[in-house]
């Protein structure tokens, strides 16, 4: 087992976590306009669908290796360039950073859990995303690829679900200090084209 591979990837997922994206933004947003418990709600199923992504992929990519190892690196190729191909979005994207939270609907933190758990299940991206990013840290010879991705899943799940939450609790502090430094908008899409590169590198490597 190398730990330094699994360290590389808990290190890239938290930053990838910090970096502006739908599910944050989103979970910031429900945070300011409804409290944090209703933001950790949202959270909770963003995270819990996860779940479902990480058992397509612990299935479907492990017998893909167990039948091709070509075919694999080949995945692995994809996932770097669909990664550097996100890192150019970002890069074609506006720095600014809007938290627009006067029009947010009330919901339930039932209704948020379930919003959550299918924005990330019923979005393709998620498991593309997922394809790419998984397969280059595999982290062991002799043990069941299927183990190796539900542990990947489960340091995945787990950063971000810390990183999340905190977003959530301090979703106050965090809009206000974006509103008072222009900048942390650039910073933060420099930081996310940086983890993209980044991860397609290592990957490739």
């Known amino acids: 087992m190398n730990i330094d591979i699994l360290l590389s990837f808990a290190l890239a997922t938290s930053a990838l976590a910090i970096s502006p994206g739908p599910d944050n933004i989103y979970v910031l947003v429900q945070s300011i306009a409804n409290g944090k418990s209703y ?5 909770c199923g963003l995270i819990t669908g996860c779940i479902i ?16 190892e070509k075919l694999f690196f080949g995945i692995k190729l ?12 970002v890069f074609k994207s506006d720095a600014s950073l809007s938290f627009d939270s006067d029009n947010v609907p009330k919901k ?10 299918f924005m990330n299940v019923l979005n393709p991206k998620v498991i593309i995303f997922f394809l790419a990013f998984f397969p280059g840290f595999l982290f062991s010879d002799s043990m069941s690829t299927v183990i190796q991705f539900y542990i990947l899943g489960g340091i ?30 650039l910073v933060l899409k420099w930081l996310q084209i940086v983890v993209f590169v980044g991860i397609a590198v290592f990957i490739l490597l």
């Open 39 to 43: 933001g950790i709600a949202t959270v």
């Open 53 to 68: 992504h990480t058992s397509l992929l612990a299935f479907g990519v492990s017998a893909i290796i167990a039948s091709n």
């Open 78 to 89: 994809l996932g770097a360039i669909y990664l550097i191909y996100l890192a150019y979005l």
């Open 108 to 117: 339930s933190l039932k209704q948020l859990f379930i919003q959550g758990f």
């Open 156 to 185: 995945f799940m787990l950063v971000s679900f810390i990183i999340f939450v905190s977003i959530a609790l301090l979703a106050g502090n965090i809009k206000t200090y974006t509103m008072t430094h222009k900048n942390s908008g």
